[in-house]
């Protein structure tokens, strides 16, 4: 499956939800916005949310310090 995640386009195996996706790149513990096509998934909805071919992401997560 072709994504593009922040900007960049990546070759992925096949995902089938946002979870899955954050899960793949170790992210799914840490506090984050993620936008697919334009539009912000609440995380309560990252198990239900698709993913399809083409679709476009960005992840934004926060990090602590001073």
Known sequence: MQLI???EER???SLSTVAELLTLFKL???ILVVELNRDI???NEYNTTPLHEGDKLEIVHFVGGG
């Open 5 to 7: 995640i922040n900007g």
């Open 11 to 13: 070759e992925l195996e």
């Open 28 to 30: 799914e513990q840490k």
């Open 41 to 43: 998934v609440e995380r």
